[in-house]
């Protein structure tokens, strides 16, 4: 008779010994290892993201800066340049130029500032006429008119002003008022 070949068995189906608690020890020692080097894999990461959003913090902060002084820059220029026109319109008057002449380049340089304030979006708030708003008009005076409408500005003594929507300063008024101290 022959003999017949033993089968053999892959490890996986080959019974193991019962683990021991060493063993046990030793695979929960390992998950800690995993689980530690994991976790400090993750601690890294999270500063290095840290680092790179204080960077990215201090490189707009930066940036924004710029911007600021550049446009600081490009209002203080046009200012320069207004400020030498004036400067021309008072040396002319000094030197004892026509009168209309002089007048006549004020008001060259009055237009040339209503241009630059409609470029920067400033514009003037109307009072004369209006019922007083307290968000854009400061009533300094009041006005007895008996004929008048009570709380209606009967005169603007200082111009007000907006940027876009915002106030920038209210235009200081004179309010009529039907009697006196009413």
């Given at each position: 008779?022959?003999?017949?070949?033993?089968?053999?068995?892959?490890?996986?189906?080959?019974?193991?010994?019962?683990?021991?608690?060493?063993?046990?020890?030793?695979?929960?020692?390992?998950?800690?290892?995993?689980?530690?080097?994991?976790?400090?894999?993750?601690?890294?990461?999270?500063?290095?993201?840290?680092?790179?959003?204080?960077?990215?913090?201090?490189?707009?902060?930066?940036?924004?800066?710029?911007?600021?002084?550049?446009g600081r820059e490009e209002v203080l220029l046009e200012?320069?340049?207004?400020?030498?026109?004036?400067?021309?319109?008072?040396?002319?008057?000094?030197?004892?130029?026509?009168?209309?002449?002089?007048?006549?380049?004020?008001?060259?340089?009055?237009?040339?500032?209503?241009?630059?304030?409609?470029?920067?979006?400033?514009?003037?708030?109307?009072?004369?006429?209006?019922?007083?708003?307290?968000?854009?008009?400061?009533?300094?005076?009041?006005?007895?008119?008996?004929?008048?409408?009570?709380?209606?500005?009967?005169?603007?003594?200082?111009?007000?002003?907006?940027?876009?929507?915002?106030?920038?300063?209210?235009?200081?008024?004179?309010?009529?008022?039907?009697?006196?101290?009413?």
């Open positions: 008779m022959s003999e017949e070949p033993v089968p053999v068995l892959p490890d996986a189906l080959v019974e193991t010994e019962k683990p021991t608690r060493d063993s046990e020890l030793d695979v929960l020692r390992e998950a800690a290892d995993i689980s530690r080097k994991a976790a400090d894999n993750l601690s890294d990461q999270l500063k290095r993201l840290t680092a790179d959003f204080e960077a990215f913090r201090r490189r707009v902060d930066r940036e924004k800066q710029e911007r600021f002084e550049h200012i320069v340049g207004l400020w030498d026109n004036l400067e021309q319109a008072l040396a002319a008057a000094r030197a004892g130029a026509d009168l209309k002449a002089v007048v006549t380049g004020l008001e060259l340089i009055q237009q040339s500032f209503e241009q630059f304030f409609r470029r920067a979006g400033v514009s003037p708030i109307v009072a004369v006429g209006q019922a007083v708003n307290p968000d854009l008009h400061e009533v300094l005076e009041h006005e007895v008119r008996p004929d008048g409408e009570d709380g209606v500005i009967v005169a603007e003594l200082k111009r007000g002003y907006r940027l876009g929507l915002r106030v920038l300063r209210p235009a200081m008024v004179k309010v009529a008022r039907k009697t006196q101290g009413g």
